[in-house]
């Protein structure tokens, strides 16, 4: 693993237990591993092309909800297969050992609020993950 996957690791994972309430099971690493990776994808350009890959399909809206300080609008499995296409999910699926559904059917469901975690302050982080990983980790260090 290299230092930008365990750096964006931490990001996804403070987000993903500040949603699942701190809790850590193995399913919450489950899908810590599958959110890190879908934001890790090369052919996505992480939480920016996801973004943009959103806009693109005519979820421009839903998406923007997710950024912004308002309520997050729900998005299907359906849509998240549209917008991410085969590649990407059947990554994802084969290295968690799933289905494409299945992984489409917990990123409809997680990946609203990851976006809404990783956006606070109502817009796309200015940096990138590296920069917020490094952000964060200084700070669990003075911790």
């Known amino acids: 693993m290299g230092l930008f996957d365990s750096i964006s690791g931490q990001v996804v994972q403070q987000a993903t237990s500040a949603l699942s309430g701190g809790a850590q099971s193995a399913d919450g690493n489950h899908m810590m591993q599958m959110l890190t990776g879908l934001l890790n994808n090369p052919e996505l350009g992480g939480i920016s ?13 839903t998406v923007a ?9 729900p998005v299907s499995a359906e849509q ?13 699926a084969s290295k968690m050992g ?3 559904d299945a992984v489409a059917g917990t990123l409809s469901e997680q990946l609203p609020g990851l976006v809404d975690q990783l956006t606070p302050n109502g817009e796309l982080p200015s940096g990138d993950l590296m920069a917020q990983g490094l952000g964060m980790l200084k700070g669990f260090m003075k911790s």
């Open 49 to 61: 092309g996801l973004v943009s890959a959103f806009q693109k399909n005519g979820l421009g809206d």
């Open 65 to 73: 909800s997710w950024i912004s300080n308002n309520t997050n609008l």
């Open 80 to 92: 998240i297969q549209s917008v991410l296409g085969q590649g990407p999910l059947q990554d994802l």
């Open 98 to 100: 799933l289905s494409t």
